[in-house]
């Protein structure tokens, strides 16, 4: 029936406003993953499942063992950029205002877990990654850790973020400008899942946080240019600890970048990525 009744308002000459839903696309294939892997660095896996159209990556918790393997879930493009001296190319941003999106970190299958004296350290995170059309000009991680029984944060949940924005030098190579850390403590939410909203002011320049409906403001970082392309890399890190309660269990990381999905009031005039006003 809806189909008959576009085809009828079209035909007939009347204007139909149609919406287009503001995705990111975790198309990251096993052969891009293997190439990663094959450069050195830092070994990963594609999580699994990945969910395309919830934009939302699972991941099992396992032992991290000699050889440390990161669970990810991204896209292609992202995957793909060469270094940080060339600028991404992968998600279009649209708006010259302030443009936002938001990050759940699913934590509900280790929230009754009774802990004890267990040492766990277990970490989620999105790599965040803004280029205007010069250069890149603002990576973030944006993570979650449960922390039980470690010696640099008292047990508890935290949201952490590292950002960093860039500049060149007198040879034209890209550097680190300016440098923040946030560390902040949260309460496990009922469900068991974090929510954090980013939003980029294209204006000022600067970065806010949202987590869980506390707006904290801005972070002490200021690009140079506002930001045409982004791109998003949802890890899970596995455990420190090989007798971890939470080994087997699974954590999930999910990108929300329509409109219709968010759910934290943003300043006056804020977008998603793709232009649509929240």
């Known amino acids: 029936m809806n189909k008959i009744i576009l085809g009828l308002l079209i035909s007939s000459g009347i204007s139909v406003n ?43 918790v396992t032992y991290i063992g000699n050889i440390p393997v990161d669970q990810v879930a991204t896209s292609n493009k ?34 009754n877990i009774v802990l004890g004296n267990s040492y766990e350290v277990q970490q989620m ?32 949940n935290y949201v952490t973020l590292t950002g960093v924005t860039t500049k060149r030098d007198t040879s034209g190579v890209v550097v680190a400008k300016e440098v923040d850390r946030k560390v902040i403590p949260v309460s496990m939410p009922t469900d068991g899942k974090f929510r954090v909203g980013l939003y980029f002011n294209q204006v000022s320049k600067q970065i806010g946080y949202i987590i869980n409906g506390t707006n904290y403001g801005y972070l002490n970082l200021v690009a140079e240019n506002a930001l045409k392309n982004i791109g998003f890399n949802g890890v899970a890190i596995q455990s420190p600890n090989p007798n971890s309660k939470f080994l087997g269990k699974t954590v999930s990381v999910q990108l929300v970048t329509d409109k219709s999905n968010m759910q934290f009031t943003y300043p006056t005039g804020s977008t998603d990525i793709c232009g649509s006003t929240i």
């Open 125 to 156: 995170a999105f790599q965040i990654l803004g280029a205007s059309n010069l250069k890149n000009e603002i990576s973030l991680d944006l993570g979650y850790g449960l922390i039980n029984k470690d010696t640099s944060l008292a047990d508890g």
């Open 18 to 60: 149609t919406y287009a839903a503001c995705t990111y696309n975790f198309d990251v294939t096993q052969a891009q993953v293997d190439a990663k892997n094959a450069a050195a660095g830092r070994q990963i896996k594609l999580m699994s499942p990945i969910n395309i159209a919830e934009q939302k990556g699972t991941a099992t």
């Open 78 to 111: 992202m995957i793909s950029s060469p270094s940080i001296q060339t600028p991404l190319i992968d998600k279009s941003v649209v708006g010259n205002n302030i443009v936002a999106a938001e990050f759940i970190f699913d934590a509900s299958n280790l929230k």
